[in-house]
């Protein structure tokens, strides 16, 4: 059973930046990926970024693009997500996720999940 620790969230002021962290409790399969999703009160689960395991590949949704990066440590089993010039509308709890699918968007394809993260942007 895979078991996910998100950590890094926080309060910042908008221009400011975070680190998430999600802990693996076992080295990911090279195939696999993992991504960040986050999910603001009363609304969805939206995608934020995926990469695969094996090849570093990502990809990122339009929302974060330019501003957030998401990279791994194979030594770690850990994935981070790098934030930059947050705004107020990045506030969610970002959860991260594990799939055998390749840089899956949808949540539905993610059977592991952290337990999430608040990250909180005021202006």
């Known amino acids: 059973q895979v078991q996910l620790v998100e950590s890094g969230g926080g309060l910042v002021q908008a221009g400011g930046s975070l680190r998430l962290s999600c802990a693996a409790s076992?080295?990911?399969?090279?195939?696999?990926?993992m991504g960040w999703f986050r999910q603001a009160p009363g609304k969805e689960r939206d995608f934020v970024a995926a990469?695969?395991?094996?090849?570093?590949?990502?990809d990122y949704a339009d929302s974060v693009k330019g501003r957030f990066t998401i990279s791994r440590d194979n030594a770690k089993n850990t994935m981070y997500l790098q934030m930059n010039n947050l705004k107020p509308e990045d506030t969610a709890v970002y959860y991260c996720?594990?799939?055998?699918?390749?840089?899956?968007?949808?949540?539905?394809?993610?059977?592991?999940w952290g337990q999430g993260t608040q990250v909180t942007v005021f202006s």
């Open positions: 076992g080295r990911p399969y090279s195939a696999y990926s």
């Open positions: 990469i695969h395991w094996g090849s570093g590949r990502t």
């Open positions: 996720a594990e799939t055998a699918r390749y840089l899956s968007s949808l949540s539905s394809e993610y059977p592991y």
